[in-house]
């Protein structure tokens, strides 16, 4: 017992009182370099203790500590930046402050997530107290994003898919879905099904639980589906937002078979990825897409049109935004997910490309700091697409 106690005191001092002042740190403070600091303060106080391997169990933390708050601070320069894939992201949330009244969004049990339904919601963005935008965005009854009123139209038409299609940051007379109406003299109807944040694996179940049928039509001439860089991740239930949204497993015979939901890490991991880029990098590391959640995308996306053709007649174009458009990278994961799209054999719309051969200045086309399209780049895609719903060749751009 004489040396149970020492031992445990031992535990208590170099592991567990530190581990407990991170995690509050971490988890309540929101602050990983508040966290260092205090640790390391910690082991400093205890080097001073009379105990010697007390000391140098401190003195070795202490290195491992410092080192590691040195190593994160080297990675915040904007010379590393670019080592860390995908946080640069965080670079254009810092200082950003967003509202949204009344509430938009509700959790729900087989997506994920929904729009409620009646509503019409103002949601504001600003930059280190800057406006980036201010728009207003009505739902209808079914809880899709609605148009103001217009021609009825007589050709259904479905959009697909996450904020680009949904809108995000334009109001409802701005977005791609009144274009195509409005390009059309009325003869389009497009139904938006799109939702901000959503993953094509979403856009699956949405097909197969019928939602598109609730708009009241059961046939549509095309369906058009937005997908950005970090779909790959998304399918796989790699990013945090997707918690509680259905996950969908490859089994034998490539049978696509969903296996309950996706769930995802704690509040203090979601810390930790958001203020570490040294634990982001780690993080990146271990989950980086591999060939098996590539595949996972393509079968999802292949399902997809399969379900779009046999059960609504729709032919499926996916609209593809490369690159982190904020910054005004039109390049991005290109080279991987143009692969990608030929493998699911999908019809797609390249939209970076189609932005590079305009003359216009990017911030035409992207909101500037928010990285989503502009009322102009929704118009030039809605005459695109109009254009080749006459000539579907326009829409095949994987080689045969």
Known sequence: MSRVRPAILKVCLLLAIPAAAFWASVDLASSVMLGIAVVAGWFAVLACLPSLKVQNASLALLSIFLGCGALEMVLRTSLMAGVIVGRDAADMMAGQ?????????????????????NRRSRQTLTKDGQPIYDAVYTTDANGFRTLPPGPAGDTPVLLLGDSFNFGVGINDDQTLAFYLRDLSAGRLKPVNLAIPGLGIHQVLRQLEIGEP????HKKF?????????????????????????????????????????????SKFVRNLLAGS?????????ISADS????????RILREIKSRLSTEYGARVVVLYFSGQ??????????DMMVPLLCRADVSFIDVSSLVQASS???DRFYISGDGHPTAQLNRLLASTIIAGMAEPSRFAACPR
């Open 277 to 285: 880029r040294l634990f982001a990098l780690a993080w990146n590391t």
């Open 97 to 117: 402050g967003s509202t949204t009244d009344p509430p938009l969004f509700t959790r729900d049990e087989t997506l994920g997530v929904r729009l409620i339904p």
């Open 221 to 265: 001439s095309f369906a058009l589906l937005s997908i950005v860089d970090d779909h790959v991740s998304r399918a796989n239930g790699r990013v945090f937002w997707l918690r509680h949204s259905p996950r969908y497993e490859v089994e034998p015979g490539d049978r696509l078979v969903l296996r309950g939901t996706y769930e995802h890490p």
């Open 213 to 216: 049928a609730r708009s009241g």
């Open 325 to 334: 458009t904020w910054r005004g990278d039109l390049t991005g994961a290109r």
């Open 360 to 362: 216009e200045p990017i």
């Open 291 to 298: 060939d098996g959640d590539r595949h996972r995308f393509v």
